[in-house]
């Protein structure tokens, strides 16, 4: 077996717990495994920020601007220089197997949210074809849960890209197609400034959804 990210040959650590028992079959080797930061006490207890304690600046930013939107965002890893090669590599250049390495801890961080109803955050077509894939249907599907449709995007990424002045004024990229009578998490695989989430967030909850928190395997 070999590391998915560096392409080493992983060699199965044989200890006594191990002896009697099936080797468990890792998918990434120790040394990039140690690179990949995980999130075990979050700074900000709001968004899962590392260095911050309480609430966060953002958060209280948005505690003023757009008061009961998002519930919370969890994450799983920190976006550091080994997290940013990780996307990189996984979104750009579509490689699938990438995923799995990372899908016993997402699958962890999900625990006591696999009630709420998955939502993925949409492609435009575009994109979608250009990618071959979308990003955060495939987290909800490796945590094995159903990705739900609830939104569709007004334009494309690379009109809003050149439109980012508005964009920063608040424009809301996405359409509410439907929205839930329960809970709502939204998937994601990095959670930035946290305005994605809270614009599909805050048409969920003008549209009468009782919870919308947000989960990402980055922050
Ligand atoms: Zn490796
Ligand atoms: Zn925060």
């Given at each position: 077996m070999r590391c998915v990210i560096c392409f080493e040959e992983i060699l199965p650590e044989v200890t006594w717990s191990t002896f009697y028992k099936p080797v468990e079959e890792k998918k990434m080797c120790s040394t990039c495994a140690s690179k990949n930061e995980k999130i075990t006490v979050p700074g900000c207890t709001a968004c899962f920020r590392m260095d911050s304690k309480g609430l966060c600046r953002d958060c209280l930013q948005w505690q003023k601007t757009s008061p009961g939107v998002l519930d919370g965002n969890k994450s799983v890893y920190a976006y550091n220089a080994f997290a940013k090669d990780f996307v990189a590599r996984w979104k750009?250049?579509?490689?699938?197997?990438?995923?799995e390495a990372l899908q016993e801890e997402i699958q962890k961080g999900l625990t006591g949210d696999r009630e709420k109803q998955a939502v993925y955050v949409p492609l435009s077509e575009e994109r979608e074809k250009e990618r071959g894939f979308n990003q955060s249907k495939a987290i909800i599907q490796a945590a094995g849960l159903q990705p739900v449709s609830l939104f569709q995007r007004k334009h494309s990424e690379k009109q809003s890209k050149r439109k980012k002045r508005d964009r920063m004024e608040a424009e809301n990229p996405f359409t509410l197609i439907e929205t839930s009578p329960d809970p709502v998490l939204i998937v994601d695989d990095i959670y930035t400034t946290g305005r994605t989430v809270r614009h599909m967030a805050s048409l969920l909850k003008a549209g009468g959804c009782p919870s919308v928190s947000s989960f990402t395997i980055f922050r």
């Open positions: 750009y250049r579509g490689d699938y197997v990438l995923l």
